[in-house]
């Protein structure tokens, strides 16, 4: 059996650079879920590390399969200096455990809830993940593995979440986008949603 985290550790190092901090986190009757920092210029770039250790199973199948399923660890990248933003690295552990813990599948599209702000005062206290293969390239794996992928995570506010619930995550970025919404910004408030 591959032990993925090492090959997945060198493909955000690869990607990002050498990260600057690093937590971990465990949950009763999971893995180790590691959150490392990178920082570029005054972006600061959290990625999950554990994840992917274990495919994600399909929450309606009987048995899980050991070997075979998506793969995936998140990144979120905010501007640094802004806000307390290192008190994500729990929620963000929260949301890498969803898979084993709540027997969800992670994909683009996706809303992933913490329930409480991602960090203090943030509007935010859930996410839209986004398509991966922009700032870190899937990473391909020996078969019969699943290649891993790295899914970005855009803070969405509880108004912009219930919006998305109706009208779907494609018409929310493209809200984003016509209004010209800094996605990285952790003070920002809701798009206009009418």
Do not use: C
């Amino acid at each position: 059996m591959t032990d993925v985290l090492p090959l997945v550790e060198a493909r955000l190092r690869a990607a990002l650079g050498e990260p600057d901090a690093r937590a971990a986190v465990t949950f009763l009757g999971t893995d180790r879920m590691e959150v490392l920092r990178f920082q570029e210029g005054d972006i600061v770039r959290y990625a999950t590390l554990g994840m992917s250790a274990q495919p994600m199973a399909d929450p309606t199948a009987m048995l899980a399969d050991p070997v075979r399923g998506p793969r995936a660890e998140l990144l979120l990248s905010v501007r640094s200096g802004v806000a307390d933003t290192d008190k994500v690295l729990r929620p963000l552990a929260v949301l890498a455990a969803s898979p084993q813990v709540e027997g969800v599948v992670v994909a683009p599209g996706a809303s992933l809830d913490t329930g409480e702000p991602l960090w203090p005062g943030a509007a935010f206290t859930s996410v839209l993940v986004a398509e991966p293969g922009g700032l870190v390239e899937d990473l391909e794996l020996d078969e019969p593995l699943d290649p891993v992928r790295f899914l970005p995570l855009l803070p969405m506010t509880p108004n912009e979440a219930a919006w998305k619930r109706v009208h779907g995550a494609g018409a929310l970025q493209e809200r984003w986008l016509t209004h010209g919404t800094d996605l990285r910004d952790p003070t920002r408030r809701s798009v206009p949603l009418e």
